[in-house]
């Protein structure tokens, strides 16, 4: 009975262990945080508390854009603009970067799901 439980406590450990996103430093599957922000031209740049929010969200668009679900062309778009619009000086831009980046977020899971069995429900 208690190998039974301790195997299942292993396996949702090791399950946990291999979902989600990669850290921002890549893996084998994934390129890294700096490599995503320069692959369409543009420069790294330092995101502050925001770039683990920024990292899955550049990897959903990015694993979107792998399976063939998102452009070369949209991807760049994307991955430019996102860039584009951070903005961290005061308060009221703050809020506009937020407002922004929830939209994004919310378009990235949206191309992942259709193209990562994984991300849709059933």
């Known amino acids: 009975m208690r190998i039974g439980m301790w195997a299942g406590v292993c396996a949702v450990l090791l399950a946990g262990c291999s979902a989600g996103t990669p850290p921002l430093a890549g893996n084998w599957r994934a390129p890294s945080f700096a490599d995503l922000q320069t692959s369409c031209g543009g420069t790294a740049r330092d995101w502050g508390a925001d770039a683990q929010p920024v990292y899955s969200t550049l990897y959903d668009a990015y694993v979107a854009k792998r399976y063939r679900g998102l452009t070369e062309a949209n991807y760049c778009t994307f991955v430019n603009e996102l860039s584009t619009h ?13 407002a922004y980046f929830n939209g994004a977020r919310a378009q990235a899971i949206s191309w992942r799901a259709a193209v990562d069995p994984t991300l849709r429900g059933g």
């Open 86 to 98: 951070y903005a961290a000086p005061d308060a009221a831009a703050r809020a506009g970067w937020i």
